[in-house]
């Protein structure tokens, strides 16, 4: 399926906009990669659709403009509103268009390319880059504001070429037929092939081989091959097998059997076939995101409809327990006096569970587990039985306390599955405007990361080489160095900078450290690190003894430090735009959008696409397609922890 322009339809667009020449250029709008400018000559108005690296074409199918305007759109908007189309050219029979616009004495150029990546670039008068919409650079030329324009390597022009080109091209392949016509003539695989099947020359047959006549004959295809774009006689069409395959602006032989819909112009094929995909395509993406936001809606409601039968169970159990310590009084009562006698007397725990009407005994707790005529109580032993049914009672009152929570999370969740429902998808391709993503480069961004709740920075290594080189050139004397004695574990350096570290951040410090050891992998929930000073360090090992890469020695006492795993990830979108990872107390006060995971059974491909769904569902229209850009799948699994994970859901 045809995805881009070719060189062969540049040419053949280009002939029809020349209907455009000394049309007025009244405004510009962006949506994405994709660049429209709004025309008028005489009494017709035109929408000329750019999109980088695929297409350009009138349409009639226009977005609406966006509510706000991206940088690139105003800017051609200050440089070309109001002036007109002074020519349209294709550049050298390659996939680029030049739009030379005259406004008063002012001379803009327009050019769009329309090969690999694409971009849409606004030159000056001496073909000085302006803007471009995407800045680049190649080996041979960079697009850049301020930058000299410069054209991409020449191509051979099919339609121009002489048969002293044509034989030395033939004669200095080493490739087939097929290939040097399209690579050599960059006229794109289709029209190679159909010159091989209009000269009966077998395709794989090598360039350099062909005799005269051969040779003769794909001289004269060639040129007439291509007349129907200088004649202007073009028979525009869709090919269509089950759906749309190809657009051309001519009828080729590989196509014969094929279904054809046929158009007035070219322009109206490419529209139909470029931009009615483009509608489908985000109508199917407005559906995906519909499905992803009923299924989460739906999972929450299971979970919420669980917790509301759980809590009213608990209510009724506590008390029913603190009832059953009144109705059963006495009994108990001489239970727990006789306990408190015993423990008086030094009696062990393990004896006292083998009292009468002692069921077990918890010794952390101080608690014992009575039977009271059917229903499990335990007893704080502390306590007598008035307190402890006060504080079955308190529970009670706790549970009925968040059962009233969960009633009302669970109406706003039912209404929201109603909105959702009754949500229309065809609306999704009314995109919102493209926001700038704002990145910046950080000496720390090839490192584990994250800034704690205090806004220290945290920086740790990815292994053993990263662990080496932030010690040895980053660590500085006012610092914090974190370790954790598992396998896997970063080295981790809170950057102080002589300050004092709040106990907020060494917490922050020691899960991030726990989270990103093998502990994770291990699908443990808790571990053990320890934080020293920089002068405790060393790469010095004892007398006799081998320190691998990425070890360090540790003189003088450790301080210790117990800790949870849990890593969350999240979208920063303040005065840079990026995927963050660390505590969820840490990323909580930075990031807009944030998913929680812990150690589970899905890899980190799937965890990430999932997690992608999520951001883009709970994204707002105008930060969706930012968060495509930043977070794909492939940027946010270096953020992963080890192992396997899943996303926790909070209750």
């Known amino acids: 399926m045809k995805e881009q322009m070719t060189s062969v339809d540049v040419a053949a667009v280009v002939a029809e ?31 000329l ?6 297409r350009i074409h009138l349409t009639k199918y226009p977005r609406s403009g966006p509510k706000i305007a991206s940088s690139f759109s105003m800017l051609l908007r200050k440089h070309l509103t109001g002036g007109r189309v002074a020519a349209i050219e294709q550049y050298d029979f390659d996939r680029i268009v030049e739009i030379h616009i005259q406004r008063g004495d002012a001379k803009r150029v327009l050019v769009a390319e329309l090969f ?18 995407k800045s680049m650079s190649f080996r041979d030329r960079k697009i850049k504001r301020g930058e000299q324009y410069e054209y991409p390597p020449s191509q051979m022009n099919p339609m121009e070429i002489n048969k002293e080109e044509l034989r030395t091209l033939f004669d200095k392949s080493e490739k087939d037929v097929v290939r ?19 000269t009966g020359i077998e395709k794989s047959v090598p360039a350099k081989s062909l005799d005269r006549k051969q040779f003769e004959s794909v001289y004269t295809t060639l040129h007439t091959l291509f007349e ?3 004649s202007g006689a073009l028979k525009p069409h869709i090919v269509v097998a089950e759906e749309m395959v190809d657009v051309l602006p001519f009828e080729l032989r590989p196509y014969e059997t094929y279904e054809r819909r046929y158009f007035d112009t070219f322009n109206d094929a490419l529209d139909e076939f470029f931009s009615v995909k483009e509608i489908k395509k985000v109508e199917e993406e407005g559906r995906e995101i519909k499905e992803v936001q009923l299924d989460t809606i739906k999972r929450t409601l299971k979970q919420q409809e669980e917790a509301l039968q759980r809590f009213r169970q608990k209510e009724r159990e506590c008390i029913q327990k603190a009832e059953r310590l009144y109705a059963l009084y ?10 408190k006698e015993a423990r008086e007397k030094d009696v062990s725990w393990d004896q006292i569970a083998a009292m009468k009407g002692v069921l077990s005994v918890d010794p952390s707790k101080g608690e014992v587990v ?4 059917g229903i499990l109580i335990a007893l704080d032993v502390n306590l007598n039985i008035s307190q402890n049914a006060e504080r079955y009672y308190q529970r009670a009152k706790e549970y009925k306390k968040k059962l009233e929570g969960a009633q009302k999370a669970l109406e706003k969740s039912k209404k929201r599955l109603e909105e959702v429902e009754a949500l229309r998808v065809e609306v999704a391709y009314e995109k919102a405007p493209q926001r700038r993503v704002r990145q910046r480069k950080h000496w720390y961004d090839k490192f584990r990361w994250f800034f704690s709740s205090d806004g220290l920075l945290v920086v740790g290594g990815r292994d053993a080489d990263t662990n080496e080189e932030i010690v040895k050139k980053y660590m500085t004397s006012g610092d914090v160095f974190f370790h954790a004695d598992v396998h896997g574990a970063p080295v981790l350096i809170v950057k102080a900078e002589g300050k004092d570290v709040p106990e907020t951040t060494l917490k922050e410090t020691a899960q991030f450290a726990i989270s990103y050891s093998s502990i994770w992998k291990a699908r443990a929930y808790e571990g053990k690190c320890y934080w020293v000073r920089p002068e405790q360090v060393s790469k010095t090992p004892p007398s006799g003894e081998y320190l ?3 070890s360090f020695v540790i003189r003088g006492r450790r301080n210790y430090m117990d800790a949870f795993v849990g890593i969350t990830i999240g979208i920063e979108i303040n005065d840079e735009t990026r995927v963050v990872s660390g505590p969820p107390s840490a990323i909580e006060k930075r990031a807009k959008y944030l998913v929680e995971i812990e150690p589970g059974d899905k890899t980190q491909n799937e965890v990430a696409k999932e997690m992608l769904k999520m951001f883009l569902l709970r994204a707002s229209a105008e930060d969706r397609r930012l968060i495509k850009q930043i977070a794909s799948p492939d940027k946010i699994m270096p953020f992963l922890p080890p192992g396997k994970s899943r996303m926790k859901v909070r209750s």
Request: hydrophobic share 35%; charged share 30%.
């Open 17 to 47: 906009l020349q209907r455009l020449i000394d049309a007025k250029l009244n405004k510009a709008y962006q949506h994405g990669d994709e660049i429209r400018l709004r025309l008028h000559s005489k009494s017709e108005r035109y929408d």
């Open 49 to 54: 659709v750019i999109e980088a690296g695929k």
């Open 116 to 133: 690999s990546k694409g971009n849409v670039v606004l030159l000056d008068e001496n073909r000085k880059i302006i803007l471009p919409l």
């Open 180 to 198: 040097t016509l399209a690579s050599g003539l960059n006229m794109g695989g289709i029209y190679a092939e159909e010159v091989c099947t209009r």
């Open 228 to 230: 129907p774009i200088k």
């Open 330 to 339: 006495q009994r108990i009562d001489k239970v727990l006096r006789n306990i």
């Open 370 to 373: 009575v039977d009271a005529n």
């Open 548 to 550: 691998p890469k990425g």
